[in-house]
């Protein structure tokens, strides 16, 4: 009868893990794949982009820095149009953004991310870092964008919490998820 337990144990735990692949979408990188709820406009909002809420086609490692796709748009600030975006909209300074980001310093740490919590983050575009109000609007939902942010575009010389130090050069990727805009 012992005999029979090992195998049938063994199948079990192979049956475990199988279902916890297909669960999480066989995804090495949690939460890229998770599915946040739907936004709602409040009364007098139009809201762009209809594509999903989520982080699939997102990094998890900070892109290389000397890459030719790099473009400089001023100031020592650089973008990178990994995906553009196909939907609805056009984003502008004065937008809601909803969107999965993730935040290096140039040293690789990465110091901040929707992305890790599994929700999306939404803000007015310019109540950010200047690096953002620059460098983002234009995109369309559905897009994905790269943002090299010298210190004097992200927080200058403040320290910011425990792991961004005075002076420090940032680097961005942001998924445009919605546009949240006033209705005219």
């Not at 995906?83 to 056009?90: H, I, P, Q, Y």
């Not at 109000?133 to 403040?158: D, H, N, V, W």
Request: net charge positive; charged share 25%; hydrophobic share 40%.
């Amino acid at each position: 009868m012992q005999k029979l337990l090992i195998p049938a144990a063994a199948i079990a735990g192979v049956i475990l893990l199988v279902g916890l692949i297909i669960a999480t979408g066989g995804s090495e990188k949690p939460n890229l794949g998770k599915r946040a709820p739907e936004p709602k406009a409040p009364p007098g909002v139009k809201m762009l982009g209809t594509g999903p809420m989520d982080a699939t086609g997102m990094t998890t490692s900070l892109p290389p820095l000397d890459a030719p796709e790099w473009t400089d748009i001023g100031g020592g600030l650089k973008s990178w149009d990994v995906k553009v975006g196909d939907e609805e909209g056009v984003l502008e300074t004065s937008d809601k953004v909803h969107c999965h980001y993730i935040g290096w310093r140039k040293d690789g740490v990465s110091f901040d991310g929707s992305v890790a919590r599994g929700e999306p983050a939404d803000f007015p575009l310019n109540g950010v870092i200047q690096g953002w109000t620059k460098g983002l609007p234009g995109m369309k939902p559905g897009g994905i964008r790269r943002l090299f942010i010298p210190a004097p575009l992200a927080y200058g010389t403040q320290q910011k919490g425990d792991k961004i130090p005075p002076n420090s050069d940032l680097v961005f990727e942001v998924k445009l998820l919605r546009i949240e805009r006033k209705a005219n």
